[in-house]
Nanobody, 128 residues
Framework: QVQLAESGGGLVQAGGSLRLSCAAS?????????MGWIRQAPGKERELVAA????????HYDDSVKGRFTISRDNAKNTLYLQIHTLKPEDTARYHC????????????????????WGQGTQVSVSA
């Protein structure tokens, strides 16, 4: 099992930037887990916006965030990041980091239902 704690959300103007962090705590080595960022806005379905492999070598982005979001991880610090640029009002949502044990180090998990562990989330609100 892994505990995940997100931080870094806030209220920003459109066009602004944020860096979200997710600190992981687990008896297993952090690099055991494939990781992702999943967001949910009120009245909308959850969507996986970014995912990264265990070794950080492979990433995946939803089309709506490509070129604006960058996912990364520091396995030595047990931390996942999401750098967000050029924020849009439609990015307003609660952002959760999620983890799942991955057998292979290069695999990216791109289905949000395949993640077994979730954090409480951090709110990102973007004003027009």
């Amino acid at each position: 099992q892994v505990q995940l704690a997100e931080s870094g959300g806030g209220l920003v103007q459109a066009g602004g930037s944020l860096r979200l962090s997710c600190a992981a705590s687990s008896a297993r080595t952090f690099s055991t887990y494939a990781m992702g960022w999943i967001r949910q806005a009120p009245g909308k379905e959850r969507e996986l916006v970014a995912a990264i492999s265990r070794n950080g070598g492979n990433t995946h982005y939803d089309d709506s965030v490509k070129g604006r979001f960058t996912i990364s991880r520091d396995n030595a610090k047990n931390t996942l990041y999401l750098q967000i640029h050029t924020l849009k009002p439609e990015d307003t949502a609660r952002y959760h980091c999620a983890a799942t044990i991955a057998r292979l180090p290069h695999v990216v998990v791109i289905t949000e239902g395949d993640y077994d562990y979730w954090g409480q989330g951090t709110q990102v609100s973007v004003s027009a």
